[in-house]
Nanobody, 123 residues
Framework: QVQLVESGGGLVQAGGSLRLSCAASGRTSGNYAMGWFRQAPGKERELVAAINRSGGSTYYADSVKGRFSISGDNARNTVYLQMDSLKPEDTAVYYC????????????????WGQGTQVTVSS
């Protein structure tokens, strides 16, 4: 079992940047694909970005391509989400997630979840 703890959310003006961090502990050892989901009020949760276990493959939702970047630091068991050119529609609770199977995460499923961190983008 892996435990996930997010940090880095906050309030930012449109056009600004934030970096989210997700620290994994427990049975990690690079055995998990990791990703970031978000859920805005009244909307379904969506996969924003994901990275496979080796770090060699990434996924981005169309709405964030070119603005968000996901990366991993295996030595620190941490995954990051760099968010640039933020828009008000990026406002949501962002959740870190992990799954042993990359295909599961890519399809929106995960076996481990963080507690979530609020990102608010003002116009």
């Amino acid at each position: 079992q892996v435990q996930l703890v997010e940090s880095g959310g906050g309030l930012v003006q449109a056009g600004g940047s934030l970096r989210l961090s997700c620290a994994a502990s427990g049975r990690t050892s690079g055995n998990y694909a990791m990703g970031w989901f978000r859920q805005a009020p009244g909307k379904e949760r969506e996969l924003v970005a994901a990275i496979n276990r080796s770090g060699g493959s990434t996924y981005y939702a169309d709405s964030v391509k070119g603005r968000f970047s996901i990366s991993g630091d295996n030595a620190r068991n941490t995954v990051y989400l760099q968010m640039d050119s933020l828009k008000p529609e990026d406002t949501a609770v962002y959740y870190c997630a992990a799954d042993p199977r990359t295909s599961s995460l890519w399809s929106g499923k995960a076996s481990a979840w963080g507690q979530g961190t609020q990102v608010t983008v003002s116009s």
